[in-house]
């Protein structure tokens, strides 16, 4: 199994050279042509902090949102030969060990790996306590199983699987929607718990509304469920790779440490 790295970002350049440095350095055997950064339309430099530090660059001429910046890294990634994404965010709430943890999950690349976070424990603000209660009170609801974390950003995707899906979501909401459509495509979830890193307060910086964008995501979650019914009750499933298959492109990348050959 081939595993890329995807670091959807915007407005980084603060934070993402310390996400960058962190990976290559605890995970010895990534190669720097295995992370791609999305710059969703920053206007700070991120993109140039990632070319700095000689990782796949993809950019947005204009700010669309964390789920179009995910499609498109997941995206490269296919188009690359890669199996699977590890999906990392650039604020520097994801410590290297907490991305192992993902990666390491599991051999099969068809699965979905989540990061469990436990915000009380890290100290998060209570407003994102609450957010992240209630989005996954609703999605558990509607999806039919429990889910512990729905939005935490450090996950593991299937490419091909997920892709196959037909996520629309452009933000945050699409981390929601892909959950949705993957149970009801009877895709294996699986929850580690990972530690995370909030700074002080007046360090912190997310693009995350604590208010407006939970309600997006249910507003995303609502509009999903005539989609997901189809799923449910189609015979199609996701696309599913084998580990063996050969890569797209014509150099092999290099596997993360971890992962199975």
Known sequence: MRVAVVVPSYQAR???GGVLDGLLAALPSLSR??????DDGSTDGTAEVAREREVRVAEHTRNRGKGAAL??????AGQLGYHAALTVDADGQHPPEAARAV?????????LILGIRDLARAGAPRANQMSNRFSNLVLSGFAR???ADTQCGLRRYPIAGVLSLGCRAEGYAFEAEVLL???????RVREVPIDVLYPPENERVTHFDSV?????????VLRTMADVH???????????VEASEPPASEKRPTALPGAAE
């Open 145 to 147: 199983k429990r889910l």
């Open 230 to 240: 189809l799923l449910r009750t189609s015979p199609r499933s996701v696309v599913r």
């Open 212 to 220: 407006r964008d939970p309600a997006r995501i249910v507003a995303t």
């Open 103 to 111: 990666l390491d999950a599991s051999s099969d690349p068809n699965d």
């Open 33 to 38: 042509e295995d992370v791609i950064v999305v």
């Open 181 to 187: 459509r993957a149970v009801a495509a009877r895709v």
């Open 14 to 16: 603060a934070t993402l």
């Open 71 to 76: 499609r498109t890294g997941l995206a490269e």
